[in-house]
T-cell receptor, first 112, second 113 residues
Framework: DGGITQSPKYLFRKEGQNVTLSCEQN?????MYWYRQDPGQGLRLIYY???????QKGDIAEGYSVSREKKESFPLTVTSAQKNPTAFYLC???????????FGQGTRLTVV | KQEVTQIPAALSVPEGENLVLNCSFT??????LQWFRQDPGKGLTSLLL?????REQTSGRLNASLDKSSGRSTLYIAASQPGDSATYLC????????????FGKGTKLSVIP
């Protein structure tokens, strides 16, 4: 089955820890994106990558980091510098930057 | 900066009704606009993609229209079913240095059997 796989589904982080969220796609898409969703707010863009080894900051990149070493993978690290990391994180991909986007099932991150 | 507004925020209808969800956006310089569905605690499912050159797109009981010049899109759902209950999100894709989908807060639809 082609699609986008996010793991884990639920993640708990202690104060001061870095955690990495996984996003893998087998759709052969060039573009990949990370969004954050908070209750009562629209999705907000964290980072995006149009091609391997290249990525750009979105609207709320502070406290996050990414890498794009392989076309299939776009992991997101939530660092200790992110002051309010509890949220639902969604990864997406598209063939190119202005084509249909497909989303994974999300990772719910909670700080404990 | 692109801003997206969806009206109404919530809608409850009896099964079988036809309904319209509205989406407005402030920057008409878009490449396309996508409509998504989100079930509670789940990711987004793409419903329809309308290119900026198109006026309308249809998939089954769903029909989306786009009026780029006025910054509006509508999603029409025919003969609603309880399984249509979900949050519906519209997202125009903007370029010009900000290559991203911008999302509204969505319309939460409940279809009552």
């Amino acid at each position: 089955d082609g699609g986008i796989t996010q793991s884990p589904k639920y993640l708990f982080r202690k104060e001061g820890q870095n955690v990495t969220l996984s996003c893998e796609q087998n759709l052969n898409h060039d573009a990949m994106y990370w969004y954050r969703q908070d209750p009562g707010q629209g999705l907000r863009l964290i980072y995006y990558s149009q091609i391997v080894n290249d990525f750009q900051k979105g609207d709320i990149a502070e406290g996050y980091s990414v890498s794009r070493e392989k076309k299939e993978s776009f992991p997101l690290t939530v660092t200790s510098a992110q002051k309010n990391p509890t949220a639902f994180y969604l990864c997406a991909s598209s063939i190119d930057r202005d084509t249909e986007a497909f989303f994974g099932q999300g990772t719910r991150l909670t700080v404990v | 900066k692109q801003e997206v507004t969806q009206i109404p925020a919530a809608l409850s209808v009896p099964e079988g009704e036809n309904l319209v969800l509205n989406c407005s956006f402030t920057d008409s310089a878009i490449y396309n606009l996508q409509w998504f569905r989100q079930d509670p605690g789940k990711g987004l499912t793409s419903l329809l993609l309308i290119q900026s050159s198109q006026r309308e797109q249809t998939s089954g009981r769903l029909n989306a229209s786009l009026d780029k010049s006025s910054g509006r899109s509508t999603l029409y759902i025919a003969a609603s079913q309880p399984g249509d209950s979900a949050t519906y999100l519209c997202a125009p894709y903007s370029g010009a240095g900000s290559y991203q989908l911008t999302f509204g807060k969505g319309t939460k639809l409940s279809v009552i059997p």
